[in-house]
């Protein structure tokens, strides 16, 4: 989990010093990283993964990474780091195909994919053990991060259903 949130927030940074502006998304970084349909249909297939280190801006990363520092820990200690790893891969690249499916035009960026994932993952062991979605604390934490997923405009609706779903059924698969 850290070693993702460093690695996410070195690219950023590296975002910054290209840039020059903390919510400037109009740099080589972005362009060379982010995923859209045409990108991948093109055969840069490793646009589904590197967009999610890439953020655009200070709150959108704040917001990422608070969630992978929170979600990423509590999953790294259940089922350990290794399996932790591949299903946060898992939703990134689904997130990732979920922004495309649902917003082909738009280029794409933000780790939201992989944290919704590893909500989905969580839920999915959660109720593995016999727990109730609504009971623990992420049934209302999901709840509430898909209505700002749907209420507020330029958040990639196919990137967190493609993360959560991806999340979901890695966790169901290990």
Do not use: C, K
């Amino acid at each position: 989990t850290m070693a993702l949130i460093v690695a996410n927030v070195l690219v950023f940074l590296a975002q910054l010093v290209q840039s020059g502006s903390a919510g400037a998304i109009n740099n080589r970084i972005v362009a060379d990283g982010g995923v859209d349909a045409l990108t991948v249909a093109d055969g840069e297939i490793y646009r589904l993964v590197t967009a999610a280190f890439i953020h655009a801006g200070i709150a959108h990363i704040a917001f990422n990474m608070f969630g992978l520092w929170i979600l990423g820990a509590a999953l790294e200690n259940y089922l350990g780091s290794p399996r932790m790893l591949l299903i946060y891969a898992s939703s990134v690249v689904w997130g990732s195909a979920g922004a495309i499916l649902l917003s082909p035009d738009a280029l794409t960026v933000g780790a939201s994919g992989g944290v919704f994932g590893l909500m989905g993952a969580l839920l999915v062991l959660s109720r593995h053990r016999g727990m109730e979605m609504m009971r623990s604390a992420l049934g209302p934490v999901l709840l509430l991060n898909l209505v700002f997923t749907f209420a507020i405009p330029g958040i990639s609706i196919g990137g967190h259903l493609g993360g959560l779903a991806g999340g979901a059924v890695a966790a169901a698969i290990l």
